[in-house]
């Protein structure tokens, strides 16, 4: 047979999607897996926007929809960016809605890469970033940032992995895994270096809303200079409880929404109709929905900080938004993949290797918090149980 694809065989499956699946078929094999790999909130997508799905299907939004999406939930997009980001978009030639931010994501890179193209990115990263920039025809530049100094950006650190190649730096804010929040200064620290060297910034802010203790996001596109280089990714699934339904967006200058509109109407054509009007109801509705789940996580975040470091041989740092925890584990000599592994078979509590997200992590498991307090409570108690063979 012949040579199948070479550059799908270069890339790693979605290591965070394989920690779920593995919960998910020992759950099913009739283990009580706690499944804190993927993140994937535990409460229900609220009424009000499954109600508008229902509405939409019976009132016939069941064909195909215009490949950037319906004009309801572009507008809604540029009122909430109007609103929450302080970012002016037209919403008929800058934005694109897409089937989750991971496409929006991949329609990002398509649109700015050229074969050789260098693209920074910030690690620790979500795994998904190499690997995307790698199928855009990119090579992939990693800016290492250090927990030392709590994973601080600095004009530096970018600058030092600048090329005559470079092409687009990726920042995600609130941040997967390290629940870092970027300040004002090293807002101004990716400003300073995308502006000296002509970059595009692609900032995912999917995790937005999900921000504790008075903090805010700070959106790239909304400082001086940044608007013509800029592209934001979003969504609907973290914020909303809505992964399920795959809804996020590109908003960026029309020439490259239109570059990428080309690839969704000759790949996907678009993202699902329904689905689109459930989020311009979400956007446009009620956001007490959205206080309350990030209240909930908050508590859930003090709950598990707190009690991980209470177990002897375990380090977890604070964070300030998402809902991933990041701890190390100093005592062991296992490396992440292996106390991942130990701790699925002997705690039965399934967590994602710190080496999925950068060469830097690999000390490190990710646990998502977006899991019941039960839940949270079993696993720290199992934890606790078997740290000391770690
Ligand atoms: N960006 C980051 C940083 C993420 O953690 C995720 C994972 N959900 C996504 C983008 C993509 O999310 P979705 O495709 O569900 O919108
Ligand atoms: N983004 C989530 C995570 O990091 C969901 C899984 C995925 O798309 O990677 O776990």
Redesign the pocket.
């Known amino acids: 047979m012949k040579e199948l694809s070479r550059l799908l065989g270069r890339i790693p499956g979605s290591a ?1 999607m394989a920690v779920s699946e593995k919960a998910r078929q020992m759950n099913a094999a009739g283990k009580d897996v706690i499944a804190l790999g ?3 909130p535990d409460f229900d997508t609220p009424d009000h926007i499954v109600a508008a799905a229902f509405a939409a299907i019976e009132n016939g939004a069941t064909h195909y929809p215009p490949s950037k999406g319906i004009p309801e939930m572009l507008t809604a997009i540029a009122a909430k960016m109007a609103r929450d980001n302080n970012v002016e978009v037209d919403p008929s030639s800058q934005i694109i809605i897409s ?7 991949h329609l990002a890179l398509s649109s700015v890469t050229n074969p050789g193209d260098e693209i920074l990115y910030l690690e620790p ?2 795994p ?2 190499p690997p995307m920039i790698t199928l855009s025809g990119g090579t992939p530049v990693p800016v290492s940032l250090s927990p030392a100094d709590n994973y601080t950006i600095s004009a530096d650190a970018i600058r030092a992995c600048v090329s005559d190649r470079s092409k687009a730096l990726m920042v ?1 804010s609130p ?2 895994p390290t629940g870092r929040v970027m300040t004002a200064e090293e807002a101004d620290a990716v400003v300073e270096v995308a502006l000296e060297h002509d970059l595009y910034v692609l900032a ?1 802010e ?2 937005e809303h999900l921000i504790f203790d008075d903090r805010r996001n700070i959106s790239l596109a909304a400082l001086p200079g940044m608007a013509e280089r800029t592209l934001t ?1 979003n ?4 914020a909303y409880a809505m ?1 399920g339904w ?3 967006w590109l908003a960026a200058p029309a020439q490259i929404v239109g570059l990428a509109n080309k690839l969704s109407s000759q790949t996907i054509s678009s993202a699902a109709n329904f689905s689109m009007h459930a989020s311009a109801a979400a956007l446009n509705g009620p956001q007490d929905c959205v206080a309350e789940m990030c209240a909930s996580y908050a508590k859930r975040r003090d709950f598990m900080v707190e009690a991980l470091n209470a177990i002897d041989g375990v380090h977890c740092r604070d964070i300030e938004g ?1 809902f991933y925890l990041f701890p190390s584990f100093p005592g062991s000599a296992r490396d992440s993949l292996d106390v991942a592994q130990f701790l699925i078979e002997e705690a039965e509590v399934a967590g994602t290797p710190g080496i999925a997200f950068g060469s830097t992590s690999g000390s490190h498991i990710r646990f998502s918090i977006a899991r019941s307090m039960y839940d949270l409570e079993r696993s720290v108690e199992r934890l606790a149980r078997v740290a000391p063979r770690l």
């Open positions: 965070t993927g993140g994937d089937p989750g931010a991971k496409w929006a994501l990263c979500w998904s970033y995600n941040n997967n995912d999917i995790y990714i969504g609907m699934s973290k992964t795959r809804m996020g998402a």
